[in-house]
């Protein structure tokens, strides 16, 4: 019974059963004395402990063996008469304390763990620590347990458990956050929704006249420029048997005229001016028939291929030959009184191999424009907007200015800042106060190129007469100028002066914020 009694109070107790406990229990004789021992011990709210007061009441106070299994749940009801009081009425059940502790103060047994969360003054001495609170700073051991402070209220957590907390808040946020949006893209407000339809409006309007712009120039665009065609080679891969077999033989030609015996050569005498008249040894008339030969060449080639040599290819092939030409600006007559520019064929040589507008304005490739004084710097300085030309241009993007070596007269100045106070109505405009020579002044953008009909329809008031107009924007002014010598039409700048030209309009961003 002792053996039974020390394991299956151990079980319910969670902890080791002292010898002195034991013989307290054994010494119980009624069931006052069982009642005061183990109420405060057990609950019967509980199957285990309520099984082990039925078979323990009936080892020590009747005898009996204890029962293995009790159908009965309900509470055991004992035939003990309640202790009277000397004035009447019930006694009151008063509790009956155990030591757990020795004479000399130490622990007998190992270290008690009770059930459930018990006030413990160790200090976790006895117990592993939980933690600190930070409400009373009282020192919380296992015994007590995590939760809300025994004294303050203050909760008390292992760092395990608060950092498993901490997690489950941040996850709760972020879905919280995720869930938001969510429900903010599934119902956009009728403000948001007539943005987004007006934005695609607005780009397809731009794709519109994009693709309108590539029909108008496509001719331009895809024209090859092929500098080959200017001269002809035997070895080259492109051509045929044919072709090659007749460049080979006026080459063999040519050489022999230039190269042969002077015994050949034919000299002319001027007796009567005394003078012996230099002649090149290769005639015009000699070269108008190479050129001949050439095209008839090229064109038979290529008839063969199911294509035929005309317009621009065949004015580059040979530029005196009577092909069609490709159409030319009439000028008026108010035009023609224009000083006379140097001829052409109204195609700039400069090609972009990517015919994407947006790619060009994105990238910077070294294009820069000479132009003549005052009104280089009038275009830098925002006032000019719109410079005319001659010719076309595919390029779009920034485009560099540089003012030529020409020295500007003061009437020239005079005239056109009186020209744009007009244009602009405003007599308090600002104008540079000096137009230096043969300088890099600064950048614009070029946003598009237009023919003059174009031109007035978009710009009935526009600055310029020119058969092609660049329609530029977004000036910057170089604040440290730097010297550059110009060319003709549309150039690249020296790799050296672009680098110094870039890093200093940088600078100059950096130092306005």
Same mark, same amino acid.
């Given at each position: ?54 078979? @323990? ?45 020795? %004479? ?86 009728? !403000? ?6 007006? !934005? ?5 309007? =731009? ?8 029909? *108008? ?7 090859? &420029? ?14 045929? $048997? ?17 190269? %042969?015996? *002077? ?8 007796? !009567? ?66 000083? =006379?520019?140097? !001829? ?8 972009? *191999?990517?015919? $994407? ?8 490739? *070294?294009? @820069? ?31 560099? &200015? ?11 100045? =005079? ?27 600064? @950048? ?8 003059? +009909?174009?031109?007035? $329809? ?17 000036? +910057? ?24 030209? @870039? ?11």
């Amino acid at each position: 019974m002792e053996k039974w009694l020390s394991e299956t109070l151990s079980k319910c107790l969670d902890c080791v059963v002292t010898d002195q406990m034991m013989s307290t229990i054994l010494a119980i004789r009624d069931d006052q004395e069982f009642d005061n021992y183990f109420g405060n011990l057990l609950s019967e709210d509980i199957e285990e402990h309520r099984l082990f007061l039925h078979n @323990c009441r009936r080892m020590l106070l009747s005898g009996k063996q204890p029962r293995s299994n009790v159908k009965n749940k309900s509470p055991v009801t004992t035939n003990a008469a309640p202790v009277q009081r000397a004035g009447g009425g019930v006694a009151k059940k008063q509790g009956k304390f155990v030591s757990m502790y020795a %004479g000399d103060g130490k622990l007998m047994g190992d270290t008690i763990l009770l059930k459930g969360r018990r006030s413990c003054d160790c200090q976790a001495a006895e117990h592993t620590l939980i933690n600190n609170c930070l409400g009373c700073g009282r020192i919380v051991c296992e015994q007590e347990g995590s939760g809300p402070c025994l004294y303050c209220g203050e909760p008390v957590y292992t760092n395990e458990e608060e950092q498993q907390m901490a997690k489950a808040a941040a996850t709760t946020r972020a879905n919280t956050k995720g869930q938001a949006k969510a429900l903010k893209k599934q119902q956009p407000t009728a !403000a948001a929704g007539k943005c987004n339809k007006e !934005a695609s409006l607005q780009q397809a309007l =731009a794709q519109r006249d994009r693709l309108l712009e590539y029909d *108008r120039n496509s001719e331009k665009r895809t024209t090859v &420029i092929d500098d080959e065609l200017d001269y002809f080679q035997e070895n080259s891969v492109w051509l045929t $048997d044919a072709e090659r077999e007749k460049y080979e033989q006026l080459k063999s030609e040519m050489h022999e005229m230039k190269h %042969g015996s *002077r015994l050949k050569r034919k000299i002319k005498v001027d007796f !009567a001016g005394r003078e012996l008249p230099d002649e090149s040894l290769v005639s015009k008339e000699y070269e108008q028939q190479v050129l001949r030969q050439l095209a008839a060449v090229s064109k038979a080639a290529a008839i063969d291929q199911g294509s035929s040599l005309t317009g621009q290819s065949a004015l580059a092939l040979a530029p005196n030959l009577g092909v069609a030409k490709p159409p030319v600006f009439k000028a008026s007559k108010e035009q023609k009184a224009w000083p =006379a520019q140097p !001829a052409n064929d109204g195609l700039e040589r400069i090609y972009n *191999r990517v015919q $994407d507008k947006e790619l060009l304005e994105m990238q910077d490739m *070294r294009q @820069c424009l000479s132009m003549h004084q005052p009104w280089a710097s009038l275009l830098v300085a925002g006032i000019k907007k719109h410079e005319g030309r001659v010719w076309y241009s595919e390029h779009r993007g920034r485009l560099w &200015i540089a003012s030529t070596a020409k020295e500007p007269h003061a009437d020239d100045i =005079a005239q056109m800042e009186q020209f744009y106070r007009v244009l602009y109505n405003d007599d308090n405009l600002k104008f540079p106060s000096h137009y230096p020579t043969s300088s890099l002044l600064g @950048c614009v953008n070029v946003e598009s190129c237009l023919p003059q +009909e174009e031109y007035r $329809d978009l710009y009935p008031q526009g600055e310029s007469d020119s058969p092609y107009v660049f329609v530029c924007s977004k000036p +910057e002014q170089l604040p440290l100028l730097l010297p550059v010598q110009g060319e003709h039409k549309i150039y690249e700048l020296p790799l050296k002066t672009h680098n110094a030209a @870039c890093k200093t309009m940088l600078r100059a961003r950096a130092v306005k914020g």
